[in-house]
């Protein structure tokens, strides 16, 4: 269901800015609700299907990409830190407890849904477009904002899932999940 959620979220399209080779999308923004709800691994697991889904040729990222020939371009680097990134968002989120605190939860999103994946995706960027790391991270600077929306908006979603579903947070095998 989350890589449906992945998939859904790149239906607005997508938004190149500044000449970046890398575009502007929601899809991150279901990363980091997989990880916050379902945990290090099933949120790990659900974004690497979404992966496999697009390596198989379906056309779910934004813009209608898919196929091997989009883990051959500039960004994936960030579609690998989607996978590492949902795990360490829930990863962090275990340390929560039986509730769901959202200062946490907006820290995991923030560690795994930006630190995480910009430490795999800027690297790789400027590797496969023969920049230097600098201006690599120059280009990641121009999504910090928008994704620093995207940790809050998962931030409230999540806390509003947990709330309403408190057995997710509590449940003995919620820390192993």
Not at 9 to 16: R, T, V
Not at 38 to 61: D, E, H, K, N, Y
Not at 78 to 87: D, E, K, N, P
Not at 127 to 146: M, P, Q
Request: proline letters at 6%; charged letters at 5%.
């Amino acid at each position: 269901m989350f890589a449906a959620l992945i998939a859904v979220l790149g239906l607005p399209g997508q938004l190149l800015l500044f000449g970046n080779s890398v575009p502007v999308t929601l899809q991150t923004l279901g990363v980091m609700l997989a990880g916050s709800l379902l945990g290090p691994r099933l949120g790990a697991l659900s974004v690497a299907s979404f992966l496999a889904l697009v390596a198989a040729g379906l056309p779910l990222l934004a813009g209608g990409r898919g196929g091997l020939g989009v883990f051959a371009g500039p960004s994936v680097g960030y579609l690998l830190g989607w996978v590492a990134g949902a795990g360490v968002i829930g990863w962090v989120l275990r340390f929560t407890g039986p509730r769901y605190r959202p200062v946490l939860g907006f820290a995991a999103n923030v560690i795994g849904g930006l630190g995480v994946i910009y430490a795999v995706g800027i690297p790789l960027q400027a590797w496969i477009t023969d920049t230097s790391l600098l201006v690599a991270a120059g280009f990641a600077a121009v999504f910090l904002v928008g994704d620093l929306i995207k940790a809050v908006i998962a931030t409230l979603v999540a806390a509003g899932v947990h709330r309403a579903y408190p057995q997710l947070s509590s449940r003995p095998s919620a820390a192993l999940r």
